[in-house]
């Protein structure tokens, strides 16, 4: 990643369609193997609590990470774009980081970035997606499920669920770990086993596509 060997957090602001997005870089401890792309929630930004526990561990296991904020965030708004527009500016933030950098690329984000994450898995080519909190239903509406959504990769996902998510709770299938912790949609009330989940899944992903 382009930060170099800098422990400081670099922000860049990156044009796209719907105007600008900012990323946050954090570079990996030591050499970096892989860069993980992390959005945040729709009415939440990249400080979320279970953002920042997941980019730590991608650093510690050697993955620099950039924390994306949509543009409707950068502008000032909380009311979120429509879904084209999320997934346009996300592409366009992975074209740039793409043309910094040859490692390869994994994609994730909490609830509203988790899908976003996994609607432009294909199109973005990562080689994995990591979702927090995925939400498969608006609370208390399980016919509307966004099941689709989290189906599209073929590349191996993680979801990291809380077992009172009024948002419901996904199945396991082969090519998706659903790890469930105690909590709700936020994650904050067991921060260490969402860090060990994201420690385990990370290490063996990120090792098959290093040399």
């Known amino acids: 990643m382009s930060p170099g060997t800098s422990t400081e957090p670099v922000v860049e602001e990156i044009d796209t369609p719907h105007g600008p997005a900012r990323?946050?870089?954090?570079?990996?401890?030591?050499a970096a193997r892989a860069t993980l792309l992390l959005g945040h929630g729709a009415g939440g930004g990249v400080g979320a609590a279970d953002?920042?526990?997941?980019?730590?561990?991608?650093?510690?296991?050697?993955v620099d990470v950039a924390l994306v904020e949509q543009p409707?965030?950068?502008a000032g708004r909380r009311a979120p774009a429509p879904a084209g527009q999320l997934d346009t500016a996300w592409l366009a933030v992975v074209e740039h980081v793409r043309a910094s950098s040859e490692l390869p690329l994994l994609f994730g984000g909490r609830s509203s970035g988790a899908r976003v994450a996994c609607?432009?898995?294909?199109?973005?080519?990562?080689?994995?997606?990591?979702?927090?909190?995925?939400p498969v239903h608006p609370p208390g509406?399980?016919?509307?499920?966004?099941?689709?959504e989290l189906a599209a990769p073929t590349v191996p996902i993680l979801v990291v669920q809380g077992v009172g998510d009024p948002f419901g709770v996904p199945d396991p299938v082969p090519g998706r770990e659903v790890v469930l912790?105690?909590?709700?949609?936020?994650l904050k009330s067991d921060m260490p086993g969402l860090r060990?989940?994201?420690?385990?899944?990370?290490?063996?992903?990120?090792?098959?596509?290093?040399?």
Not at 141 to 148: G, M, N, Q, S
């Open 181 to 186: 912790l105690r909590g709700d949609h936020s």
């Open 196 to 211: 060990a989940a994201v420690a385990s899944w990370l290490r063996p992903l990120v090792g098959s596509h290093t040399g």
């Open 119 to 134: 609607r432009n898995a294909t199109a973005g080519g990562a080689v994995g997606v990591l979702c927090l909190a995925f």
């Open 23 to 30: 990323i946050t870089r954090r570079a990996a401890d030591g």
């Open 72 to 74: 409707y965030r950068v």
């Open 51 to 62: 953002l920042l526990a997941a980019a730590g561990v991608a650093v510690a296991a050697g």
């Open 141 to 148: 509406r399980p016919e509307k499920d966004r099941l689709a």
